[in-house]
Nanobody
Framework: QVQLVESGGGLVQAGGSLTLSCAAS??????MAWYRQAPGKQRELVAS???????EYADFVKGRFTISRDNAKNTVYLRMNSLELEDTATYYC???????????WGQGTQVTVSS
């Protein structure tokens, strides 16, 4: 069973920054991504990155968040700048295996942005 271990969440003031990390216990991972879910809302894609480096961002984070990965460490990062109150949510790491149709989720890390 592949495990995704997230870290880096916390409380930050609006306009501040945080960096989330997610380490996978499996190296044969292609797509990695961050999703988020706010109370009463559906889980939504924040950003994704393929092993080759191609990235995708939700419109609401373009220019503020940057996703990156270190393939040698099987780790994906999400650098979040200019955080807004609306960014408050539980952030989940996602990974898809490169060779079999398996998907994995992290346990979630809370990000709270205060005014």
């Amino acid at each position: 069973q592949v495990q995704l271990v997230e870290s880096g969440g916390g409380l930050v003031q609006a306009g501040g920054s945080l960096t989330l990390s997610c380490a996978a216990s499996e190296r044969f991972i292609n797509r990695m991504a961050w999703y988020r879910q706010a109370p009463g809302k559906q889980r939504e894609l924040v950003a994704s990155i393929l092993k080759g480096g191609s990235t995708e961002y939700a419109d609401f984070v373009k220019g503020r968040f940057t996703i990156s990965r270190d393939n040698a460490k099987n780790t994906v990062y999400l650098r979040m700048n200019s955080l807004e109150l609306e960014d408050t949510a539980t952030y989940y790491c996602y990974a898809r295996h490169a060779f079999v149709p398996y998907e994995y989720w992290g346990q979630g890390t809370q990000v709270t942005v205060s005014s």
